[in-house]
């Protein structure tokens, strides 16, 4: 017995010693093949922090732990990191890993992943990762691949994060808390999966309107699986959205043409309170303590195969009867809520959708408010049969919906239109075929909120309804002292709302006097407000600031006249000018005020067609411009001409620049290029550091105060950095020439070449310069100084603490002359630079045009694949289907069958031949023309560069 103990413990202390040296032998094998298996299958940056192998956490199985996984894109989406993941454990077979063949995968936990996918307007994708499959074939050395071979059994996801930004259907989608597993045996042939989800915070937006916010989400379902035959059967699936809850059922198999659906879906409780938990005003408002009541009811089913071409057919029904809500506190109910929804298609295409919503009403307060709405064909010609109509009196909404505190709202709502005909009417001009008449009408509305500093008043607006336009007949506000009136058409509007036309509109605004300080509430109020919006940040989105987007398929013109108009304390006297919006861009066309003392012009655009970065390009034109103003003003006086604080006179000119914006929308001064000239009246500059640090070297007082000429100054912005070109000064009777520059850290580099007469000189200076004539005595010169000296002036540091270099020796012109050799190298090194930029920005470009050429090439040709591998799945099947009848009728048939059979395919490959030459043909013109904008972006580039070489 003893020996047998001895034995036991033995192999304990062995099995113990080998769980320790088994993953310390075999962890650096894993990790080499992890990082073969990722960089052989991706197109993209992946790192992870650590790697380790246990084999105590799921004995007798190894555990694979992977900390910190990132996944990050290339080329258009460079540093966009696409997966952020703190911790990932996956279970494997112990044998497996010993005998290195393969590596059986059984489970994997991820915690914490962050995952942000994008789609950009064109189509490209971030998470479109995966390198093209590779040719098959032996590899070099014979022998097979060693891989990872799954035989799942559970996966479990904890404290997900979720960013989905797709700009090409403009849909927006965050998820934060996202836990998730699923267990089952997906080794069998047949198992029963179980899965749950849960979201603690979905938000939806879609083309810019809120479907979600922050909802909660559960999904409960029991999945009996038959793997092999690829048949999935529904049983005990619950979706919990907010407080709704769907039962789902039925069955989906894959078949070789698509998929077969079976599925129905329906409410188990028929509570109208759970149906208003998806409506976002009113979930995010005391929903809880909300009473409702009423008889609710949805269901649908989908039935029949579903393709890249056919849709099955599906139901879904919506109904609600005699149903109210009303707030906790409040007096008044809305009530009378009747709704009767549906939608349909009897199978097909998407075109034979029916959308009818027959009854939608309800009685807010003492009013009433109604719509119906039906519409045939929304693909192909949207047929719209539609009546809205209803009454509102803004006063008695805080009888029935809770208010902001301190917000308050009076006034009369009055709307009344029909929509009737085929939107093919509208884009045809057949305006006499289309019913859309009516109008809006707000008549003594007031109201005050915490938005605004004072009540907002609109006397009466009025907006009238036909089928080509919209007609704002009148406008009046007012908000305090400011006041607005506005008036236009807006075209093109059904066609814009739609089928994606553009919107095409006028309108002219004119005000005696605005004043947007007073109206908005001010920047403290405001920064609550973002603090507030920050703690409810959207899931793995920033909540910083994002620059504004101008929207697509629009081209509206305003023409607006303001007789003052005051903003951020700016005062603007007579202000005109026109904008006009189209093309992503913003364009400003003539837009004159008088400001501060002088006047202004402004022509130029601001562009969002790449929202990443936008661009502003514009032409300023001042005249008798105040300079202390200014700096109060115009964040480019602060960031470059600081000296504009500390001076008295004004200033005219005209100068241009571009550059792009960063999110709170401020110039991102490294791309700011541009020119200009500046002159000014005579001017006097006092208590600038420059000035009395030259003043000191110079022992001139006076300088320290100076009253300067006019002055001409021609400056350029190359890559965010100010260069003046040299220009004249002149002080009682001191002249001298400046040039030099300013960058965007406050550095500055200046050199003044200036001639003094020696009487102005201080004590100081005059004892050096007679100290210099006595040296030249001992040397036996005969030197006279002459009555002006030349003195050369260097000027660097920083604008806040500037190093002052000055020179009376004759060596004075050296001193210049080097000075002016470091400007002309330093603006040689920021002219190369932005040349530079100009062709790597353009490299940037032609690599875009040419992936998504390739992108479209590539689809073309599996397209095609796609569709010769069904060509010849179908030629098969009818082959054999063929040679089976013929074997039931003899040898006879059979011959004859197989002669058919062969023509049948030599058809076939004419098809197959046609169908790959004809993808491949379309392919190479699509290369070719990229190739030819690509090289056309290059050459334009180059040329600019060149241009820019030459200055």
């Given at each position: ?16 010693a ?45 555990t ?9 894109g290339?080329?258009v ?20 890993v ?10 994997i936990v ?28 032996e ?64 938000t939806v ?6 479907y ?14 038959d ?23 039925g ?59 056919k849709?099955?057919?599906?139901n ?20 009378n ?17 029916l ?5 939608f ?15 045939k ?36 709502f ?10 093919s ?22 109201y ?28 009046k ?22 089928a ?8 002219k ?7 947007l ?27 910083s ?22 903003y ?28 501060i ?16 970065l ?34 008295k ?9 571009n ?20 002159t ?5 500059v ?54 030099g ?15 003094i ?27 006279e ?15 806040s ?5 000055t ?9 210049v ?13 920021e002219?190369h ?8 920005d ?10 998504e ?52 395919r030599a ?9 790959r ?30 241009a820019?070489?030459?200055?």
């Amino acid at each position: 017995m003893k020996t047998f103990f001895k034995i036991l413990a033995a192999l304990l202390v062995l099995l113990l010693a080998l769980m320790f040296i088994l993953p310390l032998v075999f962890e650096d094998k894993i990790e080499e093949l992890a990082r073969e298996e990722i960089n052989n299958n991706v197109n993209a940056t992946v790192d992870f922090k650590d790697i380790s192998l246990s084999l105590f956490r799921n004995f007798p199985n190894f555990t694979l732990g992977i900390d910190g996984l990132s996944i990050t894109g290339k080329d258009v989406f460079e540093n966009d990191t696409l997966v952020l993941i703190d911790n990932i454990s996956l279970t494997l077979d112990l044998f497996s890993v010993i005998s290195g063949d393969s590596y059986e995968l059984s489970r994997i936990v991820i915690n914490t992943p962050q995952l942000k996918v994008r789609i950009l307007d064109n189509g490209l994708s971030n998470y479109n990762i995966s390198l093209p499959d590779e040719p098959s074939g032996e590899t070099s050395s014979g022998e097979a691949p060693k891989s990872f071979k799954l035989r799942l059994k559970s996966i479990i996801i904890n404290n997900g994060r979720l960013v989905y930004l797709d700009g090409e259907s403009e849909l927006e989608v965050f998820a934060s808390g996202l836990q998730a597993s699923l267990s089952g045996d997906l080794t069998a042939d047949a198992t029963a999966l179980n899965i749950k989800t849960a979201i603690e915070k979905l938000t939806v937006n879609s083309s810019g309107i809120s479907y979600l916010t922050n909802s909660k989400l559960r999904y409960k379902a029991k999945i009996n699986a038959d793997l092999k035959n690829e048949i999935y059967t529904f049983g005990g699936n619950e979706l919990l959205l907010n407080e709704l809850l769907l039962n789902f059922g039925g069955s989906i198999s894959f078949i070789p043409e698509g998929m077969n659906l079976a599925l129905t879906f329906d409410t188990p409780q028929n509570k109208f309170k759970s149906l208003l938990s998806l409506v976002p005003v009113i979930y995010a408002r005391d929903f809880e303590g909300l009473d409702a009541n009423g008889d609710f009811s949805l269901s649908g089913n989908v039935k029949g195969v579903y393709t890249d071409e056919k849709l099955p057919s599906f139901n879904i029904d919506m109904t609600v009867n005699k149903a109210y809500f009303k707030y906790p506190g409040l007096p008044r109910p809305v009530d009378n809520i009747s709704i009767k929804a549906k939608v349909s298609n009897p199978g097909g295409t998407a075109d034979a959708t029916l959308i009818n919503i027959s009854n939608f009403t309800m009685t807010p307060g003492d009013n009433t408010v109604s719509t119906r709405m039906k519409i045939k064909t929304p693909v192909s010609d949207p047929d719209i049969d539609g009546k809205f109509n209803g009454e509102i009196d803004l006063s008695a909404i805080k009888d029935y919906y809770p208010l902001e505190n301190g917000d308050a709202l009076t006034g009369l709502f009055v709307f009344d239109l029909t929509l009737k005909g085929k939107m093919s009417f509208i884009e045809k001009e057949q305006y006499d075929k289309f019913i859309a008449l009516g109008s809006m009408l707000v008549k003594e509305v007031k109201y005050k909120s915490s938005a605004f500093n004072q009540p907002v008043a609109i006397s009466h607006a009025q907006l009238n309804f036909s089928p080509q336009y919209l007609d704002l007949v009148s406008f009046k506000m007012k908000a305090g002292s400011s006041d607005l009136n506005a008036s236009g058409k807006v075209e093109n509007y059904l066609g814009y709302v739609l089928a994606g036309a553009t919107l095409k509109g006028t309108l002219k605004t004119e005000s005696i006097f605005f004043n947007l300080d007073e109206l908005l509430a001010d920047e403290e109020k405001e920064g609550q407000t973002e603090t507030s919006n920050e703690a409810e940040g959207r899931p793995g989105e920033s909540t910083s600031e994002t620059a504004w987007k101008v929207p697509e398929k629009v081209d509206f013109t305003l023409s607006s006249g303001f007789g003052k108009l005051i903003y951020d304390k700016l005062e603007m006297k007579n202000v005109n000018g026109k904008i006009i919006i189209s093309d992503e861009t913003i364009r400003i066309q003539g837009l004159r005020s008088e400001i501060i003392g002088g006047k202004m012009t402004v022509n130029g655009t601001y562009s969002t067609r790449d929202m990443e970065l936008p661009k502003v390009d514009f032409r300023f034109d001042m005249k008798d411009i105040d300079i202390a103003a200014s700096y109060d003003h115009f964040a480019l006086v602060r960031q470059y001409m600081p000296v504009a604080k500390k001076t008295k006179g004004k200033l005219s000119a005209g100068f241009t620049f571009n550059t792009s914006l960063d999110n709170a929308m401020m110039p991102v001064y490294e791309s700011l290029n541009g020119k200009g000239v500046l002159t000014t009246t005579k001017i006097s500059v006092d208590g600038l550091n420059t000035l009395e640090k030259i003043a000191g070297a110079l022992s001139i007082d006076a300088l320290k105060k100076l009253t300067l000429d006019k002055m001409k100054v021609s400056f350029r912005f190359i890559n965010g950095k100010m260069i003046t070109n040299p220009f004249k000064i002149k002080y009682k009777n001191i002249s001298g020439e400046v040039e030099g520059w300013t960058a965007l850290d406050a550095s500055i580099g200046y050199v003044m070449s200036m001639n003094i007469p020696r009487c102005e000189l201080g004590p100081d200076a005059n004892n050096l310069l007679d100290g210099l004539v006595k040296e030249a005595e001992k040397l036996g010169v005969d030197y006279e100084l002459p009555e002006t000296i030349k003195a050369g002036i260097k000027i660097g540091g920083t604008l806040s603490n500037p190093k002052v270099t000055t020179d009376l020796k004759q060596s004075s012109d050296d001193l210049v002359k080097k000075a002016k050799e470091e400007i002309v190298k330093e603006v040689s090194k920021e002219l190369h630079e932005q040349a530079q930029k100009i062709l790597s920005d353009a490299d940037k470009v032609s690599k875009k045009i040419m992936a998504e050429a390739k992108k479209q090439a590539d689809a073309l040709r599996r397209n095609a694949d796609n569709a010769i591998k069904k060509l010849n799945k179908e030629t098969d099947k009818q082959a054999a289907v063929l040679m089976e009848e013929a074997r039931k009728q003899g040898a006879l048939a059979e011959f004859a069958a197989r002669e058919t059979i062969k023509k049948l395919r030599a058809e076939s490959d004419k098809q197959v031949e046609s169908l790959r030459t004809g993808a491949d043909k379309k392919a190479g013109a699509i290369l070719k023309e990229a190739k030819k904008q690509a090289d056309q972006v290059k050459k334009e580039a180059r040329k600019q560069s060149d241009a820019l070489l030459k200055k």
